[in-house]
């Protein structure tokens, strides 16, 4: 087990994770379709699945910017304001960016 | 979705063609993307190679990102599955359009669909239904908006790295937030009103700060999103 550890603490150790990354990714590429062949989508799971890319937004980002403070709090609501009205993500993502900065740059 | 013929797809070098042109308007954004996802990466301290590495095999923009969040200097056991449950919960939704895919894919060759699913990304999958849309039949539009995009991403990774180690001082532009503000940018879209994604947005931010003060580590994200889409499943919009 030691041994295993030591090899995954070594310079192994970041090609494991982007293999495992890799693979589990492709394993669900081809999921839906050798899915399909079988299992039939019940609207239950249709209303889970739909709702997971949302879910997942929001589990990383609100935890993230309440314990990084203020100037990420402030980011993130001048990037989702900038891509509602905007509607182009490179732009909100500068704006994001330019209000925290500006944040931190006033020492807030 | 009209019913789709059960005959063999056919794959030509035109359709190919097609399918890069249309995906060539959401290359910019893909550029973009990959672009942040190289300047992140130096300041979590991947070489270049891992970065593009990560970035030919993995090619899944959301995840790469989230993955710098989870990056260590030093791996252990634990932090392998962590990045494994947090990646598979991020990239859940490839099932979903590889099953909106398969209709089309069906007639192919066993080899012939792993290979072709090797390249679904948000953009080969978009210009491949727009394509499907209007009635079209050609699985070399996925194939050729496949290459195009997967091509210029990992690519589009490696300038962004090399600006990234310019930078010295990521906090004072904020680099080290790049991940929430991409995240909230990218979820705009997903926003599909307050009754039927208020919900389980809810639910997913609540269960994760909860899970993130009682738990250390990511697994806050993982327990968020499934709490989520649980919710999701159970939630039937009241018209």
New interface residues.
């Given amino acids: 087990m030691s041994t295993?550890?030591g090899w995954?603490?070594g310079p192994a150790?970041?090609?494991?994770?982007?293999?495992?990354?890799?693979l589990?990714?492709?394993l669900?590429?081809?999921?839906?379709?050798a899915?399909?062949?079988r299992v039939r989508?019940t609207p239950?799971?249709e209303?889970?699945?739909?709702?997971?890319?949302?879910?997942?937004?929001?589990?990383?980002?609100?935890?993230?910017?309440?314990?990084?403070g203020p100037?990420?709090i402030l980011?993130?609501l001048a990037?989702?304001l900038?891509?509602?009205l905007a509607g182009n993500?490179?732009a909100?993502?500068l704006a994001?960016?330019?209000a925290?900065?500006a944040m931190?740059?006033f020492g807030l | 979705m009209p019913p789709i013929p059960d005959a063999r797809p056919v794959v030509t070098g035109a359709g190919c063609l097609l399918g890069a042109r249309i995906v060539a308007p959401s290359l910019?954004?893909v550029i973009?993307?990959a672009f942040?996802f190289g300047a992140a990466s130096v300041q979590k301290g991947?070489?270049l190679w891992?970065a593009v590495?990560?970035s030919m095999?993995?090619t899944?923009g959301?995840?790469q990102m989230?993955?710098l969040?989870l990056?260590?200097e030093?791996?252990?056991?634990g932090?392998?599955l962590t990045?494994?449950a947090v990646?598979?919960?991020?990239?859940?939704?490839?099932?979903?359009?590889?099953?909106?895919?398969?209709?089309w894919?069906?007639g192919a060759s066993l080899p012939a669909?792993?290979g072709s699913?090797?390249l679904?990304f948000e953009a080969s999958w978009l210009a491949a239904e727009r394509h499907r849309a209007e009635g079209g039949r050609d699985a070399g539009v996925f194939l050729g908006a496949g290459l195009l995009s997967w091509t210029v991403w990992w690519i589009a990774t490696i300038p962004g790295y090399l600006t990234g180690a310019l930078v010295t001082d990521p906090?004072?532009?904020?680099?080290?937030?790049?991940?929430?503000?991409?995240?909230?940018?990218?979820?705009?879209?997903?926003?599909r009103g307050v009754g039927r994604?208020g919900p389980?947005?809810?639910?997913?931010?609540?269960?994760?700060?909860a899970v993130?003060a009682l738990v250390p580590g990511y697994l806050?994200?993982?327990?968020?999103?499934?709490?989520?889409?649980?919710?999701?499943?159970?939630?039937?919009e009241h018209r």
């Fill in positions: 295993v550890e995954i603490a150790g970041p090609w494991l994770a982007i293999g495992l990354m890799a589990l990714t492709y669900l590429r081809i999921g839906g379709v899915m399909m062949s989508i239950p799971v209303r889970a699945l739909a709702a997971l890319p949302g879910s997942i937004v929001a589990a990383t980002v609100v935890p993230i910017a309440i314990a990084a100037p990420a980011g993130v990037a989702v900038t891509a509602r993500e490179l909100a993502l994001g960016l330019a925290a900065a931190r740059a | 910019p954004g973009a993307f942040a991947l070489t891992e590495g990560m095999v993995l899944a959301a995840s989230l993955s969040e990056w260590r030093t791996w252990t056991l932090a392998l990045i494994a990646t598979s919960a991020v990239n859940a939704r490839f099932v979903l359009m590889g099953a909106s895919l398969q209709p894919l069906k669909q792993a699913l090797f679904l906090k004072r532009y904020a680099l080290d937030l790049v991940l929430p503000f991409f995240f909230a940018a990218f979820a705009v879209p997903l926003w994604s389980p947005w809810l639910v997913a931010g609540l269960v994760a700060l993130q806050f994200i993982v327990a968020g999103a499934l709490a989520g889409a649980l919710t999701g499943a159970c939630h039937r």
